[in-house]
C-alpha cells in the first residue's frame, strides 16, 4: 500500500476498510444469529434476518455456524489466492 499521492491513500483506504468488512461481517452474522437463537421460528425475525440462516436447520446452535465458516473459508481461499 502507498500513501505518496491522493488516489493512492483513497485506495488503501478503501482496501483496508473492505479488508476490514470482510473479516467483521462473519463474525456479526454469528453475533446476531446466536443472540436471537431463540426467537429464529418467529415471523418478525424470519422476515428481518432470514437470509442469514435460510435452508439451514436451526433448532440447534452448532449448524448455525455454516454461514460464518463457509465465508471464512472463502476469505482464506481469496488471501491464499491473492498472497501465494
Known amino acids: 500500500m502507498k500513501f505518496d499521492t491522493g488516489s493512492n491513500k483513497v485506495a488503501s483506504i478503501f482496501a ?10 462473519p463474525i456479526l452474522i454469528l453475533l446476531l444469529v446466536q443472540l436471537k437463537f431463540e426467537l429464529l421460528d418467529t ?24 454461514n460464518v465458516l463457509f465465508l471464512f473459508r472463502r476469505f482464506l481461499f481469496a488471501v491464499v489466492c491473492v498472497f501465494c
Request: proline share 6%; glycine share 6%; aromatic share 8%.
Open 16 to 25: 483496508i476498510v473492505l479488508l476490514l468488512g470482510c473479516i467483521i461481517s
Open 43 to 66: 415471523p418478525i425475525i424470519k422476515q428481518r434476518m432470514g437470509s442469514l440462516y435460510e435452508q439451514i436447520r436451526y433448532d440447534n446452535r452448532p449448524s448455525l455456524w455454516h
